[in-house]
C-alpha cells in the first residue's frame, strides 16, 4: 500500500473486519458532503490482488450487502475461496502439458498429418 493510502486509512478509515487471509476491510467514518454513500476499500495482506478478495467481502465492498456474509452462513458443500493462479506454479495443468512431462495418451482423435499421393 502506498503511504497516501495508509494515511488516509489512519485519519478516515474505520475498521470494518478482516478475512481468513489476513486482508483487512475498511469504510470511511463519515459520510463526506456531496456523497450518496461512504466508499469502502480493502487492505491487503500479501501481494494487490483483486481475486484475493472472497466473495463475502466482495458483495460487501461492492455494496451487494450491508454488513459482510459471516463464515456461521456458509454451506457444507461451498468450498474455501482461493485467487486465481493462472501464471503461477499452483496453477491448473492438464496430462500432456509440458511441465507434466509432455506426454499423453493417445486418442481417437488425434489429428493425422496428411501426405501428398496418399
Same mark, same amino acid.
Given at each position: ?42 487492505m491487503y495482506a500479501g501481494?494487490? =490482488?483483486?481475486?484475493?478478495? $472472497? ?24 468450498? $474455501? ?13 492438464? $496430462?500432456g502439458h509440458d511441465y =507434466? ?15 501428398p499421393g496418399s
Open positions: 500500500m502506498t503511504i497516501g493510502t495508509r494515511l488516509f486509512t489512519y485519519f478516515y478509515g474505520l475498521p470494518i473486519g478482516q478475512d481468513g487471509d489476513g486482508n483487512r476491510y475498511y469504510e470511511e467514518r463519515v459520510l463526506r458532503p456531496g456523497r450518496l454513500r461512504k466508499r469502502r476499500w480493502v501481494v494487490k =490482488e483483486a481475486t484475493a478478495v $472472497p466473495a463475502e467481502w466482495h458483495s460487501w465492498l461492492h455494496y451487494t450487502t450491508d454488513t459482510p456474509i459471516s463464515d456461521a452462513n456458509r454451506r457444507p458443500w461451498q468450498k $474455501p475461496h482461493l485467487p486465481n493462479l493462472t501464471g503461477t506454479p499452483f496453477s491448473y495443468r492438464p $496430462p =507434466e512431462g509432455g506426454k499423453r495418451a493417445a486418442s481417437t482423435g488425434d489429428y493425422e498429418a496428411w501426405t
